[in-house]
């Protein structure tokens, strides 16, 4: 059996979506002194994009707590409170030069970049832009998890970053998200990013799925076509 206190399950209480179990897992982290990228990376997420200002605040003391010098310098160059729902530091480049130097001093920007994800207004697509940009292949399984257990908006954001990044580990759930359907008109933009995502991979597990969409509603039935396409079966 895992240890309680193992990275492991350190890690399942950061990325959980219960706010209890992430301050719970806070205050594991604090008393672990686990200062790995991985976990740094987790808490810095909290403390940037968590929606919830007492996480934020924990993440924020865990954070100073076991964050090196370097890092901690960095965050403070960087950043303010206010910056959190600004588009402007997006635009600007003013995140992807904090998201570049964090990288360089050992933590792995992957998670604040999802969790920047998962904020609203415009911050979800700046954070997509940039995963994307970067290539950054760790944020695969973070993806791969808002695709499949997210709200319809960040879902879709998701789908059109796996497909410039996910590869082979993303066609699976990417063919799951093809089915998704709760009865909103949304859900047809998840499949359309979905089936765009496949025809970038070019994974030929998408043909038979893809080929299941042609007769959907018209975006849909296009992107399934076009994607068809680029794994070389034409749609007719």
Do not use: C
């Not at 001093?105 to 920047?116: E, H, K, Q, T």
């Not at 080929?211 to 076009?226: C, N, R, T």
């Amino acid at each position: 059996m895992t240890d309680d206190t193992s990275p492991e399950n350190l890690h399942k209480f950061l990325e959980s979506d219960d706010p209890a179990l992430i301050g719970m897992g806070l205050s594991m982290a604090k008393g672990s002194a686990d200062s790995s990228g991985e976990t740094l990376g987790m808490v810095l997420g909290l403390y940037l994009f968590h929606g919830d200002k007492n996480i934020r605040s924990l993440a924020k003391k865990t954070f100073t707590k076991l964050a090196p010098s370097g890092p901690k310098r960095i965050v403070r160059e960087y950043w303010q409170a206010e910056f959190r729902n600004e588009s402007w530091v997006w635009e600007e480049g003013w995140m992807q030069d904090m998201v570049s130097e964090i990288d360089e001093a050992g933590i792995n920007p992957a998670y604040l970049l999802v969790r920047a994800l998962r904020t609203d207004d415009d911050i979800p697509e700046f954070a997509a832009r940039v995963l994307g940009e970067i290539g950054d292949e760790r944020a695969v399984e973070l993806l791969i998890g808002v695709l499949l257990n997210d709200n319809k908006s960040n879902r879709w954001y998701a789908a059109r970053v796996l497909g410039e990044i996910g590869g082979e580990r993303a066609v699976e759930p990417l063919i799951e998200a093809l089915s998704y359907d709760e009865g909103g008109w949304y859900d047809y933009e998840v499949h359309e990013a979905a089936a765009e995502a496949l025809g970038e991979i070019g994974d030929k597990r998408a043909v038979e799925p893809l080929i299941g969409l042609l007769d959907a509603g018209w975006k849909v039935s296009k992107a399934a076509a076009e994607a068809l396409k680029k794994l070389g079966h034409e749609a007719k």
